[in-house]
């Protein structure tokens, strides 16, 4: 089909990251289009796209009036997705953390798998440049949905993902819960309801190449609280 496959990524102050990353993304999937949902980015993300979608039509962007929260951006581009007929839809982070080297072996998986994670937890997975506080607060927030939510697959908070569009169209993602980060382990939760098939591909996690990370303790409690609610009222 014309729209097989829809690359998102979900925005905040990337512009440096997207001038060189969207390149790349076309140079290992050239028939994808790529979607770029900002969230108001004071450092110009949202105009740098509209220049970039002026001299090529399967370049679009999604601008939102603030900072609107990760979860929101990722059911936005769902949205996009299923109404724009995509057969497929990868998700990655916009700072270069998931190299998109990895996402001709992912979709391949999609030929089998309704969900494929970019998995830094599988046999094969590495991650590169992270200190002691941050393996544990991955590794515990990983455990954690594990455990309160029943999912099987070992990396369940990250963003590196490509999914069947067919099979998110079957969930009612106007009931999410989750605004931030605790939003990727929700995804999975709301997928393993309606029947989705999973399996994980062995990735290495890379630092970003410009910016600063987003994530934080706070944040990491706040999504411990989240998945907590959402395994209480299903």
Known sequence: MSNSLLVTLCTYNE??????LIPEILTQVPEASILVVDDNSPDGTGAYVDSLAAEN???HAIHREGKLGLGTATVRAFQFGIENGYELLLNLDADFSHPPRFIPAMIAENETHEVVIGSRYVKGGEVEGWGMK???MSQ???LYAKTLLGLKTKDNSGSFRSYHVKKLAEVDWSQSQAKGYAFQEEILFRLRKVGASFT???IKFEERKFGVSKINWKEAASAGWVLLKLRLRG
């Open 15 to 20: 512009r440096e990251n997207l001038e060189v």
């Open 57 to 59: 039509p399967k370049i």
């Open 200 to 202: 994980e591909v062995p």
């Open 134 to 136: 941050r393996h544990f």
């Open 140 to 142: 515990g927030i990983n």
